[in-house]
Structures are given as C-alpha cells and as structure tokens.
C-alpha cells in the first residue's frame, strides 16, 4: 500500500520568505510526528498529533513555527520569516493505532538562502 | 539533548564481516527501535526490543538490550553492500505516549 509521502521534496526559499510543507500519512494511522534532521545529525522531534487530542508541540524550536493536522488525516508544517538556519530535512512519520513503530516519509529538504 | 548515543559514529568494513553498532541512552525506556536511513532522506524501522525484553532477531539482525547498563547493540552478520546506511537507534520513554528520541547515528559503509 501506500506509504508516508511528503511534498515538496526540495524546496529553497529565501530568508525571511514562509513556507509550508505537506505530509499525507498513510490511512488509518491516529498518529502523525514532524521531526527535523540538520546535515549528519539525529533527528530532531518537533510535534506529535494523535487523533483529538491536543498536539504536543513541546519540540518546536520557536513560535516561527506551527503546524495543524486537519481532518486528522494531512499535516502541514509552517515556517515564517525563514532564517538560515532552519535549513534541514524535514521528516514526517505515521503510526497505527497502538503500535510503537514509526513509518516515515521521504521528507523534505529545505534549503534558505 | 538526544537520549540516544551511538558508537561508533562511522564505521567501516569488508563485505561479509559483521558489523556490531552500540546505543546508550539515559532514562526509563519502554522499548528501543533500530532504523536504517539511507542517502539522509526517509527512516526504515528494522527491529523493536521491549524494556522486558534481552534479545532479539530478525533475519541478519541481533538486537540486545541490558537496561542495567541503559545500552543495546545492534549486530549485523555477513554484511552486504547494500547496507551501507545510517542506523539509529530510538528509544520510547517510560511513562509517556510514543515519542521517540533518536540517537546521532552511526554511518556504515560496508565495501565490496
């Protein structure tokens, strides 16, 4: 079936621009995680959704960045006013119901110039 | 600061050596997970290991865990080239939902 996708794959944006980044887990998972992966590091949490309960944003570096689930199904990751330093892979990953394993999308790499 | 350390950060063998990659962590887990990633992009789960449980297989897999010592190990046997990746490990805390903590990895280059 159908895995975690994300879009865009690649996006570059200049300093100080938003951007938004998509990631469509796969049906039927009640859980959604937005992770960040600087060049040659581990992965960095930022923002866990399960089903209606209230996200827990405790990962997000600054109020610069947001994200919603709607429907509980697609997510989207907002980052305003860029700064370089955001650059990264950013990861999405999925989970079933009552499962501890973690399905991941391909992400998205995100370069500000 | 990651809860997961991996050692050695590279490493670098013969196709058909075994490859044995080690994580510390350092609080309460209820089950520790390997991923694979390849060329930096999407993470693939490889094996989970629960809290109550020592080892683990999983083909060419070995997964130990000593929560007394707060590690685990992850060996792989007769390597191939195409493991060549990054692998992390993750751990999931005690007392909490399924977050999980990565590690900074270790880079595999296995040569033919």
């Known amino acids: 079936g159908a895995g975690v996708s994300q879009s865009p794959s690649n996006k570059v944006t200049e300093k100080g621009k938003d951007v938004e980044l998509r990631c469509d887990p796969i049906s039927g998972h009640t859980a959604l995680y937005w992770y960040r992966q600087s060049l040659g590091q581990g992965l960095e949490f930022l923002i866990y959704f399960q089903g209606n309960s209230a996200p827990d944003k405790s990962g997000l570096p600054s109020d610069r960045f947001s994200a919603e689930r709607t429907g509980g199904s697609v997510s989207t990751l907002t980052i305003q006013r860029t700064q370089q330093e955001d650059s990264a892979v950013y990861l999405c990953a999925s989970s079933p119901p009552n499962t501890d394993t973690q399905y991941f999308g391909p992400g998205t790499r995100l370069t500000v110039l | 600061s990651q809860q997961g350390e991996e050692d050695p950060q590279a490493l670098s063998i013969q196709e058909g050596e075994n490859a044995t990659m080690n994580c510390s962590y350092k609080t309460s887990i209820n089950n520790l997970q390997w991923y694979r990633q390849n060329s930096g992009r999407g993470l693939v789960h490889l094996i989970l290991i629960r809290s109550n449980e020592r080892e683990k297989h999983s083909g060419r897999l070995r997964v130990t865990l000593d929560t007394s010592k707060k590690s685990s190990s992850l060996l792989i046997t007769a390597s191939r080239a195409a493991d060549t990746a990054s692998y992390f490990c993750?751990?999931?805390?005690?007392?909490?939902?399924?977050?999980?903590?990565f590690g900074a990895g270790t880079r595999l280059a296995v040569h033919p």
């Open positions: 993750a751990t999931s805390l005690s007392g909490g939902y399924n977050k999980l903590i």
